[in-house]
């Protein structure tokens, strides 16, 4: 579709590295950059007297804990991307965690350390292909996903920690459009594209390495104008090896369901913008207690916080509109809790803990995309390769 964020594809693959921000160094060399020590976070003592300003000016005073807002802790920042791609896993012979990011420019960002330090990664040859999505699976195993017209929408997998890349799926055809990829398991995996002859794509491995179409008459039917957004690699949940829920944009707002692997599929209406080709839902996600979530609007007009937000507690057969919204555009929301959830996009952040019924601003961080891979290890991805983990109110 031509609405997306932009429009951007077999070859061998190995791995180079470089350090971030300096010109590329021997091959096969891994060179890190250091966490950054940057915070985004409201600071009361830096405007107008509020309540909250005073309540901790009194705590100051009488020697008591000052309860502290949420924020964002910068990872590393300073590369020449676009991140949209941001996934997480725990490394089952260490204590810590394997964080995946990709990008624009070829870019693909990763750490064994929690954030501490990063190596760059490449499929070799193909310095221009946009990396909407990356899978985590460990620390070694993630599957990428470029997006663009035809070949230059891709799928990759590496099982050596980016030193080879398998290509395992892309198609000539200039309709094909790959916008996100998500998986169960190491090996079921799905993939959502455009609209093809009307029909939204739906790809699917279930041995990690063979893609295969669902058959044209278990593919969902799109409406007229009605596509995907490859913006946060977030618009595909899946919640089983058989139950898929897809989030559409661009003149429709609709949440597609199937629970039996795309046999049959059921459509529900989301209340969220979708007035123009810019606009519609850009993530979907839920809760341990089957809290459904959706947020979205106008990419091209983020600073617009109308119709941004929705929730559903019937899994998905109906949507209400969230009460308060967020306070713009959100292409990314993520669970943290049973109620609640964490909400990204380019003008900044919001959290609700009513299962989004009501959100509140907390940071203006610019963000693309988001992942929970638990409440302590929630991470956000974005322009100038900024990534960057969640720090919580209750863990300052």
Not at 328 to 335: E, N, W
Not at 381 to 387: H, R
Request: aromatic letters at 8%; one cysteine or more; proline letters at 5%.
């Amino acid at each position: 579709m031509t609405s997306r964020i932009s429009r951007f594809a077999p070859e061998t693959a190995a791995i180079h590295t470089v350090t971030l921000g300096a010109p590329p160094l021997v091959p096969g060399k891994y060179n890190h950059l250091h966490r950054s020590k940057q915070k985004d976070c409201y600071n009361p003592l830096m405007h107008r007297p509020t309540s909250q300003g005073i309540l901790f000016l009194l705590s100051l005073a009488l020697g008591l804990p000052a309860a502290r807002a949420q924020s964002w802790n910068v990872l590393t920042s300073g590369l020449d991307t676009n991140l949209r791609g941001i996934s997480a896993a725990k490394i089952s012979s260490a204590s810590h965690i394997a964080i995946w990011a990709s990008g624009s420019h070829g870019v693909i960002l990763r750490s064994l350390d929690d954030g501490a330090t990063w190596t760059r990664l490449a499929v070799p040859g193909e310095p221009d292909l946009d990396f909407r999505g990356v899978v985590a699976i460990s620390g070694t195993t993630a599957y990428l996903m470029s997006s663009g017209e035809g070949d230059k929408s891709r799928i990759y997998k590496t099982a050596d920690g980016g030193a080879t890349w398998e290509l395992q799926f892309t198609d000539v055809n200039k309709a094909f459009f790959l916008d996100s990829v998500a998986c169960v398991s190491e090996i079921k995996c799905f993939a959502l594209g455009d609209p093809i002859n009307a029909k939204f794509l739906i790809l699917q491995t279930a041995d990690g390495h063979r893609w295969n179409p669902l058959p044209p008459q278990n593919l969902p039917t799109a409406l007229p104008k009605e596509g995907a957004f490859a913006a946060s690699n977030s618009n595909l949940l899946v919640t089983s090896g058989s139950e898929l829920f897809v989030a559409t944009g661009a003149f429709a707002a609709r949440v597609l369901h199937t629970s039996d692997g795309g046999n049959s599929w059921s459509a529900a209406a989301v209340p969220i913008a979708a007035d123009n080709a810019s606009s519609g839902i850009f993530a979907i996600t839920f809760s341990t207690e089957n809290h459904f979530l959706a947020v979205g609007g106008d990419y091209a007009n983020p600073g617009v916080a109308l119709r941004i937000a929705a929730f559903s507690d019937d899994r998905s057969k109906t949507w209400q509109s969230a009460t308060q919204q967020p306070s713009g555009f959100r292409s990314a929301v993520a669970a943290l809790g049973a109620q609640t959830f964490l909400a990204v996009g380019t003008n900044g952040s919001d959290l609700s803990q009513d299962a989004g019924v009501r959100w509140k601003a907390f940071a203006s961080q610019s963000f693309n995309a988001l992942f929970a891979l638990d409440a302590q290890h929630v991470f956000a991805a974005g322009p100038k390769g900024v990534i960057a983990q969640f720090v919580g109110a209750e863990s300052k």
